[in-house]
Structures are given as C-alpha cells and as structure tokens.
C-alpha cells in the first residue's frame, strides 16, 4: 500500500522597520506592526481561512480517512492572536478531529541549531508549551526550521522527550540509489526519518500554475495517475509513503484561487480513496505502517528543503548573512544574562531565518522566489534594516 503524508509549513515572520541609522535607540518596537497586520489579514482571507474550510470538509466528508500535518511556527500563532484570531480557532477545529497531526518546531522559526544548542532546545520548549496551550496538544514529530537536517540534529531532538519521528527532505545525493518512498531510521537508528518527495511535492507547490510546465495543466487524474504508477516499483508487499510536503501559503497565496488549485485539492482525496492500495496517514502513524526492517542513512552535512541545491545557501552563502547571524549569535547571550525578557522577544525574533532569506543574492538579478518573498528593495537594504536593528538592541542593553 501506498500512504500519503500530507505535511503543511504554516509561518509568518514579523518584518523590520525600515530601520535607519538614525532610529537606533529611538523607537520602542523594531518590527512594522502595520505591515505584519496587513499581509496576516492577506494571507488569512486568501488561504488561511478558505483551506482550513475545505480540509475540514474533506475530513468530514471521509470520516477521517484524510488526514493532513501541519507545523505552525510561534510567530505565526502570536500573529493570529494579534490580527486573524478566526484563523487560529479554524486551526484548532481542525485538530478537534483527531485526523490531524501538530509537528514540533522552533518557536521562532530560526536557525538556532546550527549557532547555539541551548537556544534551539529553549525554543523547541517554547513551541511543544504553545501547542499545549493552545491545542493541548503534544507533538510527536519533529521538524527543523525549513527542513534543515543533519547527524547531529537527531543526537539533539533524540534527548527530548516526546519525539519519535523527523521530517527532512528527500536530497538525491544523499539518497543515491535509494527511494524517498519508504521510511527510514536516522544514521543511530533510534528515530524515525521521513524524506519529502520532492518532485510531486513541487509540482504542486511550484509548478502547478506554471504555462510553460510541459505537464501543464496539473489534473487531478493526472496527478493521481503518477502517483498509482509509483507502486509499480514495491515488489514485495512493503508499504510505501508519498511524503508530500509544502508552504501551506501554496493554497491561495502562491498559487491563486484563480489557478484552480482548491478545485484540485476538493477532489485529490476523493480520486485517491477510489484505489484501496492508497490512503493517507500523519507522519507519527508511518512507523506502525513500516511493515519491514527500516534502513539507516547518514546525514553528514546539513540539507534543507530550500532552491535546487537544498543546503544552507539560502540563508548563509553571503557575507552579509554570515555577518548578520553571527553578530546576532554573539549579542543573544549577553541580552539573557542581562535578564530583560522584551529585549530578549525582541532577539528571538530577529533568530526568525526570513531575516537572512531576504539578504540571499544568489539569483537576485533573475526575479526568483527569494525577491517574491521579501519586503525591502534589495538584499542589501534587508541587511541594513537587519544590522541597525542589532545596534538597537545593543545600544539599549548598554
């Protein structure tokens, strides 16, 4: 059999002032208020609230045999508290169900774990106490901040208790031979691995709207039609998992109503569930469905979910990303032991990894997806907004 694990990324960064030189020590709050009200109340009315109807009629409607994950960043929960609070009581619907899966995380959505181990536990703390506070919920799967994956994370999420399973990206030069559709044990073999299916994933994620995609139009049949004839690879009876995992943005914001994605998604299930050798599970179900000796594979480097080198290049291939994080890094400890806990909310959301997202300039020239998702003119105006909101902070522990 077949499953499919449809696993969604729901996060919204809190955006800088435009923070000049002159600001520094100046104001009380370094993040535009009216621009995170502005694009929340966006995204809200454009996929928030229009997906979180139609999977829950979907869930309905098949009385649990769909069943969707999400990971929901801290920033993202605060943000609809503060502007959509609608938005957050169809979320916890949702998960009334019981055919929802919560996956831990990063509260602030940062890169914590590559620059502070202390720093990421507190922040995967603060997430597992959230969605206990919010859904009463305790995650069992874990995911890094943009899929981000290497040995030692395993080491780390190992020790917390609670988590069983870790999600990352199914990266070809890791895999070799092997397929992303199987589930897999990390290199100690005490947690379960789940590798994104990356080409289905983006088809839907990137591609669906695309006119110049040779598969254009994406049908329902079609898409149903490749998936069926992935199961032609399994010759002994070993069950198979479809990791489909995507920005859950992909409904409505980037991929418009207009496109027709909600009509492919109203009916994706329906054509799938036609066939009893697919179904649909949440990542912490994988390891009962696992009916054979999973294999162990090696991470050695960090990969990630990001562009088509899915490494760290996204957010530190630059100087001014790498000046930015570790300017970031080597203020954060000084603002804990100084003790004042607005000054430290104010750091963590600076961790938040969009900052060094909006500085990337690998492709910048090209109009890529790393100017569609950033709010300054340049990357080089982000690190500038960025570096004076550093000084800020400093200057205010001072």
């Not at 990969?303 to 990303?321: C, I, K, P």
């Not at 607005?342 to 500085?359: V, W």
Request: glycine share 2%; proline share 4%; charged share 25%.
């Amino acid at each position: 059999m077949l499953n499919i694990v449809f696993y969604f990324q729901v996060h919204q960064p809190y955006r800088l002032k435009h923070f000049n030189v002159l600001d520094i020590n100046k104001s009380s709050s370094l993040f535009d208020d009216n621009a995170n009200k502005a694009i929340m109340q966006k995204v809200a009315n454009k996929c928030y609230l229009p997906t979180n109807r139609l999977l829950l009629d979907i869930i309905k409607k098949f009385d649990g045999k769909f069943k969707i994950a999400y990971s929901i960043t801290g920033t993202a929960i605060e943000q609809f508290k503060l502007y959509s609070p609608e938005v957050l009581e169809s979320f916890k619907e949702l998960v009334a169900t019981g055919h929802v899966e919560l996956i831990g995380e990063t509260y602030y959505h940062s890169l914590s774990f590559l620059y502070d181990h202390n720093e990421f536990l507190d922040q995967v703390q603060m997430h597992k106490d959230l969605l206990k506070s919010e859904f009463n919920y305790v995650p069992e799967t874990f995911r890094n901040t943009e899929l981000i994956y290497q040995d030692r994370l395993s080491d780390i999420v190992y020790e917390i208790e609670g988590f069983k399973t870790i999600l990352t990206e199914g990266v070809d030069r890791i895999l070799d031979w092997r397929s992303p559709l199987y589930a897999y044990k990390n290199y100690s073999k005490s947690l379960n691995l789940l590798l994104k299916y990356y080409k289905l994933s983006d088809d839907i994620a990137f591609r669906f709207s695309n006119r110049e995609w040779p598969e254009f139009p994406l049908t329902v049949d079609k898409f149903v039609n490749w998936i069926d004839h992935l199961t032609l690879s399994e010759k002994e009876n070993h069950n198979q998992f479809l990791n489909l995992f995507m920005d859950y943005e992909t409904f409505g914001e980037h991929q418009w109503a207009e496109t027709g994605i909600f009509d492919f998604m109203k009916h994706l299930p329906q054509e799938v569930l036609k066939m009893k050798h697919l179904g649909f599970i949440t990542p912490k179900e994988t390891p009962d469905f696992a009916n054979y000796q999973q294999e162990s594979i090696s991470f050695p480097e960090p990969v990630s979910w990001a562009d088509e080198e899915r490494d760290l290049s996204a957010w530190l291939e630059n100087d001014m990303q790498k000046n930015a994080i570790e300017t970031l890094y080597e203020l954060l400890p000084r603002i804990k032991q100084h003790g004042d806990e607005n000054l430290l909310e104010q750091a963590r959301k600076l961790t938040t990894s969009d900052h060094f997202y909006y500085m990337c300039t690998k492709y910048f020239q090209d109009g890529d997806v790393h100017k569609y998702f950033s709010p300054y003119d340049s990357p080089d105006q982000a690190y500038i907004y960025y570096i004076n909101a550093l000084a800020d902070l400093e200057e205010k522990l001072n």
